[in-house]
C-alpha cells in the first residue's frame, strides 16, 4: 500500500506542472509573437524487473522474509512529464501603421544581439534607439545581414523580402533564421529564444513575407486554455483525494495491526 501511494501523487505532480503551463500561457495571451506551450507525458516503471519469484510462494512456504521484501517491479506504473512542446502556428496580424512594426507570415525568427549572445524572437514590435539603431521591445539591436541596423531618415520602407530602404535606398535586409529542429528552441525571457543545436541547424531564409505595419498576435487560444485549466485542476483535487484515501487506510491500518480481537 505504501508503495501505491506514489501513484496519485505521480500525477498530481504532472497536473501541477500542466497547470503551470497553462497558468503562463494566458499570462501571456496578449504578448506579441508569444507562442504557446502544451505538456506530453509518458509511462514511468521505476523497476523494469521484479525482483521476486513468479509466482509468489503460498502462505504455508517457508521462505526467509528478505527474499520477498521489498517487493519491487513493474506492478505499479507511474505518469511523468516527457516534456514541453511549443506550438509554433502563426499567430493573427494585428494592424497598427507603424513603420517600424513588422512581423512574418510563416516560418522564420527576428535575429537580436543581447549580451548574452545572439537570440530569436517573433515579436516584431521594433523602434529607434537615441543613435537611431533599430532595436526591439527590450532595447537589444535587431540585427541586419550587414549587422546592427541604423536608419537616420523619416522615410522608412521594409519590403516583403525585409529589406529596409530608407529614403529610397537599400540600408539592410533583416536577418531572418529559420532551424532544422525547432524543438532545440529554449525560452530565455523577454520573449526571446535561443537555439540549443547545432550551428549548421540554423538556417536563412532566403525569401520570407514579411508585412510591414503589421504585428503578430499571441497563438494562445484563451477559451481552449481555460478549459484545459479547468481539467487539469480537477484531476489535481481528484489526486489530492486518492492520496489522501491512501494515507487515511495506511494510518487505520498501523493504528488496529496486532490489536487482539477480545
Not at 120 to 126: D, E, K, L, M, V
Request: aromatic share 10%; net charge negative; proline share 5%.
Amino acid at each position: 500500500m505504501l508503495k501505491s501511494i506514489y501513484t496519485p501523487l505521480s500525477g498530481a505532480v504532472a497536473s501541477e506542472r500542466v497547470l503551470e503551463i497553462i497558468a503562463n500561457n494566458l499570462a501571456n495571451v496578449s504578448t506579441t509573437g508569444f507562442k504557446g506551450e502544451k505538456v506530453s507525458f509518458k509511462l514511468l516503471e521505476p523497476e523494469p524487473y521484479k525482483s521476486y519469484r513468479d509466482p509468489l510462494p503460498p502462505a504455508n512456504y517457508k521462505v526467509p522474509i528478505e527474499e520477498l521484501m521489498p517487493f519491487r517491479g513493474n506492478e505499479v506504473a507511474y505518469v511523468g512529464v516527457s516534456g514541453v512542446s511549443r506550438d509554433l502556428t502563426q499567430g493573427s496580424p494585428i494592424a497598427t501603421k507603424n513603420p517600424f512594426d513588422v512581423m512574418i507570415e510563416g516560418d522564420g525568427f527576428f535575429s537580436v544581439h543581447t549580451k548574452e549572445g545572439i537570440m530569436y524572437t517573433r515579436n516584431g514590435a521594433f523602434s529607434l534607439s537615441e543613435d537611431g539603431a533599430l532595436v526591439d521591445k527590450n532595447g537589444f539591436p535587431v540585427l541586419g545581414e550587414k549587422g546592427n541596423i541604423f536608419l537616420h531618415g523619416h522615410n522608412v520602407n521594409i519590403n516583403h523580402l525585409g529589406e529596409v530602404y530608407q529614403d529610397g535606398e537599400l540600408v539592410d535586409t533583416l536577418l531572418i533564421k529559420d532551424f532544422k529542429n525547432p524543438a532545440n528552441l529554449e525560452k530565455v525571457g523577454m520573449n526571446h529564444f535561443f537555439y540549443d543545436g547545432l550551428e549548421e541547424e540554423v538556417l536563412n531564409v532566403d525569401y520570407p513575407n514579411v508585412k510591414q505595419g503589421f504585428l503578430e498576435s499571441s497563438n494562445v487560444n484563451a477559451i481552449k486554455n481555460l478549459t484545459d485549466m479547468i481539467l487539469a485542476h480537477r484531476s489535481f483535487e481528484a489526486y489530492q483525494q486518492a492520496i489522501k484515501n491512501y494515507d487515511s487506510m495506511m494510518e487505520k491500518s498501523h493504528n488496529t495491526f496486532g490489536e487482539v480481537q477480545g
